[in-house]
């Protein structure tokens, strides 16, 4: 029996480089890039649908990532961080019929863009505090929630953990198991919303062996490259990423 997975060749032109930018962002390596993938990918298909589609996606990627990082974590950091992550999932499930995704993903394009325009215009000097634990959990709670939407939660995680400076394996690393966690919670939200059908299953299925393609890749220049581009990279993601949401969700 023919599985019945999208054949529009349109799709694959957008979902296939959207794949492997959610593997190079996975691998830490251009972080903030992934959140580009669901509106790369909305382009052809629904924005619930795109998102669907790259729950298998994202669980191998994740997978990868933590056997790639499983060494290099922040314990306390992520203490802190996953129960608001979850709640985050939580309000995104409760909510997730009765808002419109592409200005949820606009929001989180504008709150990007203040983010940077804040750091590039204000620099925080090497005695800067942290941000406070407060707007961290404000932020954090917010991640889970724009994961559950779009897949767009860094953003708003980047915007509290960056500024703590962390070395670039011990950042990625973290936010690898950040992410399986909050990634892995959806999965019964994401049935119970019926957007884990067998088309987009399958497609996802045809999609899958770019997973570890893009992880692979990305983890090779992370592990090798200067920490000072590691982060420019990371706010260069962060910048396409907010503009592509804006766009989309007002233009």
Not at 213 to 224: D, L, N, T, Y
Not at 236 to 239: P, R
């Given at each position: 029996?023919?599985?019945?997975?999208?054949?529009?060749?349109?799709?694959?032109?957008?979902?296939?480089?959207?794949?492997?930018?959610?593997?190079?962002s996975?691998s830490?390596?251009?972080?903030?890039?992934?959140?580009?993938?669901?509106?790369l990918?909305?382009?052809?298909?629904?924005?619930?649908?795109?998102?669907?589609?790259?729950?298998?996606?994202?669980?191998?990627?994740?997978?990868?990532?933590?056997?790639?990082?499983?060494?290099?974590?922040?314990?306390?950091?992520?203490?802190?961080?996953?129960?608001?992550?979850?709640?985050?999932?939580?309000?995104?499930?409760?909510?997730?019929?009765?808002?419109?995704?592409?200005?949820?993903?606009?929001?989180?394009?504008?709150?990007?863009?203040?983010?940077?325009?804040q750091?590039?215009?204000?620099?925080?000097?090497?005695?800067?505090p942290?941000?406070?634990?407060?707007?961290?959990?404000?932020?954090?709670?917010?991640?889970?929630?724009t994961?559950f939407?779009?897949?767009?939660?860094?953003?708003?995680?980047?915007?509290?953990?960056?500024?703590?400076?962390?070395?670039?394996?011990?950042?990625?690393?973290?936010?690898?198991?950040?992410?399986?966690?909050?990634?892995?919670?959806?999965?019964?939200?994401?049935?119970?919303?019926?957007?884990l059908?067998?088309?987009?299953?399958?497609?996802?299925?045809?999609?899958?062996?770019?997973?570890p393609?893009?992880?692979?890749?990305?983890?090779?220049?992370?592990?090798?490259i200067?920490?000072?581009?590691?982060?420019?990279?990371?706010y260069?993601?962060?910048?396409l990423?907010?503009?592509?949401?804006?766009?989309?969700?007002?233009?």
């Open positions: 029996m023919n599985l019945p997975l999208i054949t529009d060749g349109s799709f694959y032109a957008v979902a296939i480089p959207a794949v492997l930018l959610l593997g190079i996975k830490g390596f251009g972080a903030g890039f992934g959140s580009l993938a669901v509106p990918m909305a382009l052809a298909v629904p924005v619930p649908q795109a998102a669907a589609i790259l729950m298998p996606v994202l669980l191998v990627m994740d997978v990868l990532s933590l056997m790639a990082y499983r060494r290099h974590f922040d314990g306390a950091l992520l203490r802190f961080l996953l129960p608001f992550g979850l709640v985050g999932t939580l309000v995104g499930t409760l909510l997730f019929k009765l808002l419109d995704s592409h200005l949820v993903a606009g929001l989180v394009g504008v709150f990007t863009l203040l983010f940077l325009a750091r590039l215009l204000f620099p925080p000097g090497p005695d800067s942290h941000p406070p634990r407060w707007l961290g959990a404000v932020l954090t709670t917010i991640s889970g929630f994961s939407i779009a897949h767009a939660g860094g953003p708003p995680l980047n915007a509290y953990v960056l500024p703590m400076r962390l070395p670039p394996l011990l950042f990625t690393g973290t936010m690898a198991y950040f992410f399986f966690v909050v990634n892995l919670s959806k999965w019964i939200p994401f049935a119970w919303l019926g957007l059908d067998g088309r987009n299953m399958a497609t996802s299925l045809a999609l899958l062996p770019l997973a393609v893009g992880v692979w890749a990305g983890v090779r220049i992370a592990r090798r200067n920490p000072v581009l590691f982060f420019r990279m990371v260069l993601g962060m910048f990423t907010g503009c592509k949401l804006v766009w989309d969700a007002w233009f």
